[in-house]
Nanobody
């Protein structure tokens, strides 16, 4: 069992930056790949970024590549999403999720956090 709690969301102007954190409980965090997803009003939940259990492999959606960076600290049971050059279209609720091996499909993830709101004003 893995419990996930996101933090770090907020309101930022276009071009600004935010860093999201996802704190995990449980001793098995380091055995899970982690993903960040987002869901805007009226849209489906979409993959943003993923990282393998070791941190050695990362994967990004084309829409955020070059602007967002996913990382993890297994000693702190935490995964991060550094978001730079934010755009109004990045506005969404952001969720972290855990899966045994890195995937991009939301339906494949086993555990989810409650989400944190990110709003980018123009």
């Amino acid at each position: 069992q893995v419990q996930l709690v996101e933090s770090g969301g907020g309101l930022v102007q276009a071009g600004g930056s935010l860093r999201l954190s996802c704190a995990a409980s449980g001793r098995t965090f380091s055995s899970y790949a982690m993903g960040w997803f987002r869901q805007a009003p009226g849209k489906e939940r979409e993959f943003v970024a993923g990282i393998s259990w070791s941190g050695g492999m990362t994967f990004y959606a084309d829409s955020v590549k070059g602007r967002f960076t996913i990382s993890r600290d297994n000693a702190k049971n935490t995964v991060y999403l550094q978001m730079n050059s934010l755009k109004p279209e990045d506005t969404a609720v952001y969720y972290c999720a855990a899966v045994r091996s890195l995937r991009v499909g939301a339906w494949e993830y086993d555990y989810w956090g409650q989400g944190t709101q990110v709003t980018v004003s123009s």
